[in-house]
Nanobody, 123 residues
Framework: QVQLVESGGGLVQAGGSLRLSCAAS????????MGWFRQAPGKEREFVSA?????????YYADSVKGRFTISRDNAKNTVSLQMNSLKPEDTAVYYC???????????????WGQGTQVTVSS
């Protein structure tokens, strides 16, 4: 069982930055792919970024955030962060942290989810 708690959301102007953090419980944190997803009003939850360290480190980003967002893991502290720069109004959404036992960017394959944190980018 893994419990995830996000923090760091808020209101920011376009062009600004925010850093989201996700704290995970459990002793097998290193064995999980950690992902970030987001859901805007009236839209489906979509993949943002993912990172793993087992069998070789790997990160992956959605095209919409590539070059602006950076995912990082602190395995000693069981946390994963999402640094978001050059934010745009279209980045406005509830952001969710999630954990999967395989390397995947597919929402359906993530087993554990946080409660979400709101990010609002004003124009």
């Amino acid at each position: 069982q893994v419990q995830l708690v996000e923090s760091g959301g808020g209101l920011v102007q376009a062009g600004g930055s925010l850093r989201l953090s996700c704290a995970a419980s459990g002793r097998t944190f290193n064995r999980y792919t950690m992902g970030w997803f987001r859901q805007a009003p009236g839209k489906e939850r979509e993949f943002v970024s993912a990172a793993k360290i087992w069998s070789g480190s790997r990160t992956y980003y959605a095209d919409s955030v590539k070059g602006r967002f950076t995912i990082s893991r602190d395995n000693a502290k069981n946390t994963v962060s999402l640094q978001m720069n050059s934010l745009k109004p279209e980045d406005t959404a509830v952001y969710y942290c999630a954990a999967a036992g395989v390397w995947t960017i597919q929402r359906e394959e993530y087993e554990y989810w946080g409660q979400g944190t709101q990010v609002t980018v004003s124009s």
